[in-house]
């Protein structure tokens, strides 16, 4: 039985995606096995300039998941062309640019980057909902008309596949997902980190410098798994469920809520090859309840595909 599917311009082999974040840019990583089961993979989150990332400590277990504090540390958008771009011509799966939109001058020279570079690039996903970045806790600020103005230029000047990573905090998440449709975009991933925070009781202050940072893993799947629910009744574009997705029941839930794929990314650090655990499971899954395919079951849950 095949898994392909066909999401947000991309047909993928498999419905899992390596979420942004936690893979390396080393391409012995890009291959098999570590690809077995791995539709595509999102890059590290790029920012136009380079990024040493948040001071002090960045990554704290907690029950369920873990939380970090990275700040987008990466060799900025030129750094990634020259130096692990071209390294990564014979991977053996989609590359999907995590590109940080923050502010729209600072995209617009990214983007004009990585037009130049685009034969080598599958898909951008426009990050928007990173939680370690900016000043303060931006994921909170109402930014619609920001947003629109980011997604149109994007669309604009970039003709291949195009995502919207939205965070699951945004007061207009919502929104910003029915304004994502409206600019072009070709799918929305739902969603980012959650805000959280620790603290070290020998230290007796707060983990982070920062204070909060973002909260992944299986504790926050239910949440997200809503948010699917509730946005999958109002787009016609496709959505990619991530968070907290560490198992084939997870995934399978996510396509019957209405997703037509899924990220993983916390999943991979307690298990590499959680991607081929996954899609064994969904395989199993479908063969055993006699479906065709991922597609026969996409917002099954709710009455069929929006």
Known sequence: M???????????????????????????????????????????????????GNPGIRIWEVRGGMLNSI??????????????????????????????????????????????????????????????VGEGEHV????????????????ESWDKPLWVKLSPMSPK?????????????????LANTWLGMAIDVEREKPVFERVTAGLSGPAIFPLTLRLVWLISDLLKIDIIGCGGVSSWKDAVSMFLAGASAVEIGTATFMELDAPKRIVSGVRSYLERKGYGGIEDIIGKAKGGRP
């Open 140 to 155: 909170l600020k109402d930014r619609l008309s920001e947003l629109k103005a980011i997604f149109g230029y994007a669309r």
């Open 2 to 52: 095949s898994l392909s599917v066909k999401v947000g311009g991309l047909k993928l082999d498999y419905p899992v995606i390596i979420s942004s974040g936690v893979w390396p840019f080393d391409s012995t990583f890009w291959k098999s096995p570590y690809t077995d089961g791995v539709g595509a993979i999102c890059t590290k989150g790029l920012t136009l300039n380079r990024r040493e």
């Open 71 to 132: 700040g987008l540390e990466n060799p900025g958008v030129e750094g990634f062309v020259r130096e692990h771009l071209p390294k990564l011509e014979d991977r053996e799966v989609p590359l999907i640019v995590n590109l940080w939109a923050g502010e729209l001058e600072e995209l617009k020279t990214s983007i004009d980057i990585l037009r130049l570079h685009k034969d080598g690039i599958d898909a951008i996903e426009l990050n928007i909902s990173c939680p370690n």
């Open 173 to 189: 998440v919502v929104d910003e997902a029915l304004i994502a449709q409206e600019e072009g975009i070709d799918a929305v991933v």
